[in-house]
C-alpha cells in the first residue's frame, strides 16, 4: 500500500490575534484574478465544514475593513500566516472602537 503524499496544506493552523494574509479568488467575467487581504483574525464562528472566520484591517483614510470568509471555501487560494498574536479573548470585537495604529496593536506570541 502506498503511502498518501503530503501536500503543504492550503489551510495553515492559525488563531484569534494571528495577522494572516488570505489570497481570495475573484472572478470577473471570463478574467479569474487573485487578491490578497492582509489583517487580523478577530472570531472564528461555525464548526466542521461550515466554519468561518472574520478578519479585519484597517484601510484608506483610517477605515476599518472586515471580511467574514468561510475556513473551507474553494476561492480560498491560500493563507500565509504573516505574525503570530498572543491575545486573552476569543473574539477581538473591542479592536473595532479603536482609531488608526491602536487598532491593528496585538501582543506578539513568544517563539
Keep these: 500500500m502506498k503511502a498518501a503524499s503530503k501536500e503543504e496544506p492550503r489551510i495553515p493552523e492559525f488563531r484569534v490575534g494571528d495577522t494572516i494574509r488570505v489570497f481570495?479568488?475573484?472572478i470577473e467575467g471570463e478574467?479569474?484574478?487573485?487578491?490578497p487581504f492582509e489583517g487580523i483574525v478577530i472570531s472564528f464562528r461555525g464548526s466542521?465544514?461550515?466554519k468561518t472566520f472574520t478578519v479585519r484591517r484597517i484601510g484608506a483614510d483610517q477605515v476599518g475593513v472586515?471580511?467574514?470568509?468561510?475556513?473551507h471555501s474553494p476561492n480560498i487560494e491560500k493563507i500565509?500566516?504573516?505574525?503570530?498574536?498572543?491575545?486573552?479573548?476569543?473574539?477581538?470585537f473591542y479592536l473595532r472602537d479603536k482609531?488608526?495604529?491602536e487598532a491593528m496593536r496585538v501582543r506578539e506570541a513568544k517563539k
Design 99 to 101: 482609531v488608526g495604529r
Design 80 to 92: 500565509k500566516v504573516m505574525k503570530k498574536g498572543n491575545v486573552r479573548r476569543a473574539k477581538l
Design 66 to 71: 472586515e471580511r467574514i470568509l468561510p475556513l
Design 48 to 50: 466542521d465544514i461550515s
Design 31 to 35: 478574467k479569474m484574478r487573485i487578491q
Design 24 to 26: 481570495y479568488k475573484i
